[in-house]
T-cell receptor, first 110, second 113 residues
């Protein structure tokens, strides 16, 4: 298995632009998690899905953030409009218990 | 409540043993995990222990769990320069829709020659 796949690996955008991050979980895993990592706040859970259904989105910072999981093999995290304080590394993880992380997307909002 | 704490830094000499400590607060944790993060990379699962165990050994890694004190440790024997990384402990808490992990702040391990 290729593991959790995330794209893009790096994204540089300007404030106000829409950003879409993508994740393909490991086949057969029924849970998918989106995390954000910054120096100041460490690793934060944003949202997680179980069987494609959002279970807990209490970590989503504000309405500018949204996440979808239209099927078992794909999820997106969208930021619209983006702001400089959204600059971080965004990780997707999948698991049926133990979580396996993707390589992350490094987002820089100018 | 959910709170996982770790010391921020640890420096050891190559060949020595490293011990990274972690405390957690949620007694309903089912599994406890150790992840390793190298610069510019994602979190890599190192090992885990079920909450009803008190020790697990996996090659150079030894995990000790004191459930009474809610204390978890990771011992790395014969530490090498390639072990330099940030180490995160995490507790798994069952929820209505699966398991959720709460991560510690991470301990940066520096291995000196």
């Amino acid at each position: 298995d290729a593991g959790v796949i995330q794209s893009p690996r790096h994204e540089v955008t300007e404030m106000g632009q829409e950003v879409t991050l993508r994740c393909k979980p490991i086949s057969g895993h029924n849970s998918l998690f989106w995390y954000r990592q910054t120096m100041m706040r460490g690793l934060e859970l944003l949202i997680y899905f179980n069987n494609n259904v959002p279970i807990d989105d209490s970590g989503m910072p504000e309405d500018r953030f949204s996440a979808k999981m239209p099927n078992a093999s794909f999820s997106t995290l969208k930021i619209q409009p983006s702001e400089p304080r959204d600059s971080a590394v965004y990780f997707c993880a999948s698991g049926g218990g133990t979580q396996y992380f993707g390589p992350g997307t490094r987002l820089l909002v100018l | 409540g959910e709170d996982v704490e770790q010391s921020l830094f640890l420096s050891v000499r190559e060949g020595d043993s490293s011990v990274i400590n972690c405390t957690y607060t949620d007694s309903s944790s089912t599994y406890l995990y150790w992840y390793k993060q190298e610069p510019g990379a994602g979190l890599q699962l190192l090992t885990y222990i079920f909450s009803n165990m008190d020790m697990k050994q996996d090659q150079r890694l030894t995990v000790l769990l004191n459930k009474k004190d809610k204390h978890l440790s990771l011992r790395i024997a014969d530490t090498q320069t390639g072990d330099s990384a940030i180490y995160f402990c995490a507790e798994s808490i069952p929820t209505g829709g699966g398991n959720k992990l709460t991560f510690g702040t991470g301990t940066q391990l520096k291995v000196e020659l």
